[in-house]
């Protein structure tokens, strides 16, 4: 692989179990908030947890009540009130919530290994998600891709997410995994990686199913497929699949913010606010991601060819993401969800775009064009 020429082996072993347990030790040193949603994913890692079911029943919401009377976390809604919360997402003796099980799933695995320890389960899959991503972009674009997604995350919005429960860490860590995939054309990887995504936010099944047709495009034109890309297509082709077929088996809604509230696909504003917005917009918040987009720009006004170098199938991609998170956006309810302090979470969406001109800049700095 590329990144070999940088480091050996076992060198790489070292950094991702060191990226695993820096992470871990940043997230665990901040105090234990409940944000946003918050408490509805930690109810549903409970239930994965204790009663190995999706939904929450009586033993799931005991479990529930017992974990706020911890105060192992602040902030907690109460156990009554989180009940009472989606009275049209019941089911007989069963409850969901607005927001899918499939992060909440991933946090339980960790809880296995030290049961009892909700908060920390969250904080070790944020480590894992994180060290994932450094590896990834790692792998495929060598020093570049490990600085590229190593800034994205630590020096945005995005950290202050490093030990919130919440999804925008899986949501951004996995995205910047795919773009990078996509960005080295392994369209079958971004699909899966994308596919993980949309468990959590339909709308990303869009640039998911976009890179599994690029993907299948590409092994029609190579004749050939490799066993892992199949494997990666039929996967991300059910994972796609499980947050609608879910919730129509047990509500008859592709999501259920359609029928709790919380989403209009008619739109009640525009989602550019999230871009532009000098209240909740990633730009006017993120000085950082100005700097990135005019020197990117002036980079490619000095340098031509960098322009033709641009990939029809990436640029798609890139069209297709944009579109989807606009049009989710603009369905939204809730302007600031997730209680973040100053940038709405939404806005972190579009970071992951930046992977694009800043490993640019990075490549650049390097003195290298291919590494």
């Not at 005991?62 to 049209?88: C, I, T």
């Not at 960098?306 to 606009?326: C, F, S």
Request: charged share 10%; glycine share 6%; net charge positive.
């Amino acid at each position: 692989m590329k990144a070999m020429r940088f480091f050996p082996p076992s060198k790489f072993a070292i950094l991702v179990l060191s990226a695993f347990m820096l992470t871990y030790a940043c997230a665990h040193h901040f105090r234990a908030v409940n944000v946003g949603d918050g408490s509805e994913y930690y109810a549903m890692e409970i239930a994965w947890a204790k009663t190995h079911k999706p939904y929450m029943n009586a033993d799931s919401w005991a479990s529930y009540g017992d974990f706020v009377s911890s105060n192992s976390v602040s902030g907690l809604e109460p156990e009554e009130q989180l009940r009472n919360k989606f009275p049209a997402l019941r089911r007989g003796n069963t409850a969901d919530f607005n927001h899918f099980w499939a992060y909440p799933l991933a946090a339980s695995v960790f809880e296995l290994a030290f049961p009892g320890h909700i908060h920390a389960a969250f904080l070790l899959l944020h480590s894992a998600l994180l060290s994932f991503m450094l590896a990834a972009c790692w792998k495929l674009h060598g020093k570049s891709g490990l600085i590229t997604a190593f800034v994205l995350v630590a020096f945005s919005p995005t950290f202050w997410f490093i030990n919130k429960v919440h999804t925008e860490w899986w949501t951004v860590t996995l995205t910047i995994s795919a773009v990078a995939a996509a960005t080295q054309k392994k369209w079958s990887l971004a699909a899966l990686l994308l596919s993980i995504v949309s468990t959590q936010n339909i709308s990303f099944a869009l640039p998911a199913g976009a890179c599994w047709v690029f993907a299948l495009f590409a092994s029609c034109k190579a004749r050939t497929i490799s066993l892992l890309e199949l494997i990666c297509l039929v996967a991300s082709a059910g994972i796609v699949l499980l947050h609608p077929i879910y919730y129509m088996s047990r509500y008859g809604v592709l999501t259920p913010q359609l029928l709790a509230g919380g989403a209009n696909l008619k739109g009640h504003f525009n989602g550019l606010y999230y871009i532009f917005d000098p209240d909740i917009g990633l730009l006017p918040n993120w000085p950082v991601g100005i700097l990135i987009l005019l020197s990117s720009f002036y980079v490619l006004f000095k340098n031509k060819e960098e322009l033709k170098k641009i990939d029809t199938q990436v640029a798609l991609l890139v069209i297709t993401y944009l579109g989807a998170t606009l049009y989710a956006h603009g369905a939204s309810e809730n302007m600031n969800s997730g209680a973040t302090v100053y940038v709405s979470r939404y806005a972190l969406w579009y970071i992951p775009v930046f992977y694009f001109p800043l490993r640019l800049l990075i490549q650049r700095a390097l003195g290298a064009r291919h590494e």
